[in-house]
């Protein structure tokens, strides 16, 4: 897999150059924001890591930029005390983030756990799902909603798909965070809130079709009657 590093400090990106390489990974490294941009717009690049603070435009800019092109997935990385780099990061359409200072097996695990949801899998029509106003097609990677087709990013589809086979039950955000990303949820860690508020929003009635649980996680309601259900 091609990894591209987007960071300024040149020495902290050789270093995890070096151990990522190891790890049996491709890295390619740039240190300015807009070359950082245009490499990730090319062909080739399986996922990027990108660092919030760089010369040129900023790692927000260059999400947003990106993500009107491309669903490359991307690692952000923040600055540890600022919470709101990593929820804007999330907003923007992050896979992930992590903050700095941080350990590279750290980084490795989670490029592994993003890029295992990107796997393509086989195309089997008996698996469709229909819930709810809402049919997912698993080998086509497809979501209905009131007769539109709904554009999700992979994770949305991932969560989507594990909500929907466990409809009416409550799936916890450990159990989540231990599916989509090899770790147990943290009182600070926003990534599946965020990629749930981005479903609420794409889906017709989305509030109606995945109730929180305060305190524990998601449901999937099967029937409408579900989402006022005490």
Known sequence: MHILLVDDDAELASLLSEFLRREAFTVEAAHEGNKGLE???????DLVVLDV???GIDGF??????RQKSAVPVIMLTARSEDVDRIVGLELGADDYLA???NPR???ARIRAILR??????HSPGNRLESNGITLDPGAREVVAGGRKIELTTFEFDILEMLMRSAGRVLSRDTLMENFYNRKATPFDRSIDMHISHLRKKLEHGDDLIKTIRGVGYQFCSTPEDAVAE
């Open 106 to 108: 750290e980084l490795a």
């Open 53 to 55: 603070m760089l010369p």
């Open 61 to 66: 800019e260059i999400l947003r930029r990106l």
């Open 100 to 102: 700095k200072p941080f």
């Open 39 to 45: 490499r990730a717009l090319q062909p080739g690049i």
């Open 117 to 122: 949801r990107y796997e393509p899998r086989t």
